[in-house]
Structures are given as structure tokens and as C-alpha cells.
């Protein structure tokens, strides 16, 4: 398994801006797939965002909830186990704890926003919106 860290929450101002960040505690070079969830009090866990590698190139997809899309960007590299979240354009409702999650396998398109089909997961940082 490997271990998630996440840093970079806070509180800000609706229509300010944060980046989130992600690293694994541990070089494994094998997540295929990294991810953003978050959970607001009183409501599951939701998908976020999420980038995949492809096959065994450099490159990479991302995919983007619609509440999100336009706003927030997701960026990283699976070699090195590390992602990031640029969150613009911040509104009250993106307040959450937001959670990193990896996987080291192939996860289809249709199950991207499944938390169960991540394996590893860091402990969250908290998101603040608020005037």
C-alpha cells in the first residue's frame, strides 16, 4: 500500500483560489490512476477530479465532476505518485474536506467516481469557503 499526504487547505474568501497537493510517503512508481474526493459535513464522499495515466506513456487523461469543471485542475504524474488540485473561482459549496486517493490499477471510465475502487487514501485537508 502507499501512503497519502495531502497539504495546501485553508480558509479563503468565495471567488479566491487554493491548490491542494498529494505525495506519496513512498516511491512506488505504480499508480495508474490519482484522484480528489471530498466530503462535506453531513453528505458522502463525492468525486472530484481525477488523472490517468495512459498506458505506459508519459501522458496522461483527467476527468472533472460537472460542480467542478472549468474551475478546478487537476495535474500530476502517476511515476512519481504525485498530484495536485488548482481550485479558482472557490464558491461555499466547495467547502469539504478533500481526500487524495490512489490506484495502482486500470479503473474504467464509468467507475472513476467510485471510491471504492481506490486503494490508497490520505488522511484529507479541510477546504473553507466562507465570507
Known amino acids: 500500500q502507499v501512503q497519502l499526504v495531502e497539504s495546501g487547505g485553508g480558509l479563503v474568501q468565495p471567488g479566491a483560489s487554493l491548490r491542494l497537493s498529494c505525495a506519496a510517503t513512498t516511491r512506488t512508481f505504480s499508480t495508474h490512476t490519482m484522484a480528489w474526493f471530498r466530503q462535506a459535513p453531513g453528505k458522502e464522499r463525492e468525486f472530484v477530479a481525477a488523472?490517468?495515466?495512459?498506458?505506459?506513456?508519459?501522458?496522461?487523461?483527467?476527468y472533472y465532476a460537472d460542480s467542478v469543471k472549468g474551475r478546478f485542475t487537476i495535474s500530476g504524474d502517476n511515476a512519481k505518485d504525485t498530484v495536485s488540485l488548482q481550485m479558482d473561482s472557490l464558491e461555499a459549496d466547495d467547502t469539504a474536506v478533500y481526500y487524495c486517493?490512489?490506484?495502482?490499477?486500470?479503473?474504467?471510465?464509468?467507475?472513476?467516481?467510485?471510491?471504492?475502487?481506490?486503494?490508497?487514501w490520505g488522511q484529507g485537508t479541510q477546504v473553507t469557503v466562507s465570507s
Open positions: 488523472i490517468s495515466r495512459i498506458g505506459t506513456s508519459k501522458l496522461s487523461m483527467t
Open positions: 486517493a490512489a490506484s495502482a490499477s486500470p479503473i474504467p471510465y464509468s467507475d472513476l467516481v467510485d471510491q471504492h475502487r481506490y486503494r490508497d
